[in-house]
């Protein structure tokens, strides 16, 4: 007879900040849209949101970014804000449910995944491209 297994507690920390806190964005979100602007509410959540990471950073020490890497940050965070959360923003302020909006984006990975290997398949080339570290695309 085995020992039974223990849930090691960081393992626990994680499930718990990815369902709690991951998910409670799209309740934010369907609360903040009801009095704000959708982007402009999207826009002060990246605004503070880096403000915090960028001072936790040179806290510890990290050298300031770059001007190419400010430039680079800056076109990605826009097309976050007009294509990625932004329209999240806009779906739950024009009455998508917040649990419907978290299940679309929680499948992006998945319809990624089969637009990869149905391009595999179809015999195309597929170049891998980096999209961050550790990711990649092919």
């Known amino acids: 007879m085995s020992a039974p297994r223990r849930f090691p507690l960081p393992l626990i920390g994680a499930f718990f900040a990815l369902y709690f806190i991951w998910g409670s964005t799209y309740l934010a979100i369907r609360i903040g849209v009801e009095s704000w602007p959708p982007l402009m509410m999207g826009g002060i959540r990246?605004?503070?949101?880096g403000s915090l990471l960028y001072a936790y950073q040179r806290f510890?020490?990290?050298?300031?970014?770059?001007?190419?890497?400010?430039?680079?940050?800056?076109?990605?965070?826009?097309l976050l804000l007009s294509f990625g959360n932004g329209a999240v923003t806009l779906a739950e302020?024009?009455?998508v449910?917040?649990?419907?909006?978290a299940l679309t984006v929680a499948t992006v990975p998945l319809?990624?995944?089969l637009c990869g290997c149905s391009a595999v398949f179809s015999g195309a080339t597929v170049i891998p491209v980096s999209n961050g570290p550790g990711?990649?695309?092919a």
Do not use: E, Y
Not at 97 to 101: F, K, L, M, P
């Open 111 to 113: 319809f990624t995944l």
């Open 93 to 95: 302020h024009m009455g």
């Open 46 to 49: 990246f605004v503070i949101a």
């Open 60 to 78: 510890r020490g990290v050298p300031a970014p770059t001007w190419q890497q400010w430039k680079a940050a800056a076109a990605i965070g826009v």
């Open 97 to 101: 449910a917040s649990g419907v909006a």
């Open 135 to 137: 990711l990649s695309s």
